[in-house]
Every structure is written in C-alpha cells, then in structure tokens.
C-alpha cells in the first residue's frame, strides 16, 4: 500500500513526548518500535495487519484497530476540545 495519510492523525503517549502518527507508514514505524518493547500478541497482530494493508479500506481499518489498541494499552492521547 502506498503511504496512506491517517485522519485525523493519533496522538500517542510516547517518551520523551507524545508521538504524532500522521501515515500508515509513521504507524507501521510505531508498532515496530512497540514491538521492540513488548512481544504481546496483540502488537504482533497489528504489525501484521499494517503490513498486509492494500487497499484504502484496509488501512482504514487498520488504524481504527490501532486506535482500539492504543486506547485498550493507555497510551492513545485523547484530543483536545475547543468550546
């Protein structure tokens, strides 16, 4: 898949500071680096899916799974709200 862009982008809880992913690719990135620190089979699933994505719907669904893990994990970042 060619880099699809991710809207609106995911705010994720990342150290020094949170991490703005902006593309599948800055996704696909993020779980690799996820990875790297836990071998759950959830983050293994996700870097399959992102891998596997072809197609417009399947990146779209691909990152709303990836919002659902990262908010399952704690580290989805909820957006600000403007009144």
């Known amino acids: 898949m060619l880099d699809f862009p991710v809207a609106p982008p995911i705010r994720v809880k990342d150290s020094p500071q949170d991490r703005e992913l902006n593309t ?41 799974a990836l919002r659902e893990l990262l908010m399952i994990e704690g580290l989805l970042v909820s957006p600000v709200r403007t009144a």
């Open 24 to 64: 599948l690719n800055e996704a696909r990135a993020f779980v690799d680096d996820a990875l790297a620190l836990r071998r759950s089979a959830p983050w293994r699933e996700m870097q399959r899916r992102l891998d596997d994505a072809k197609t417009e719907d399947d990146a779209i669904e691909t990152i709303g």
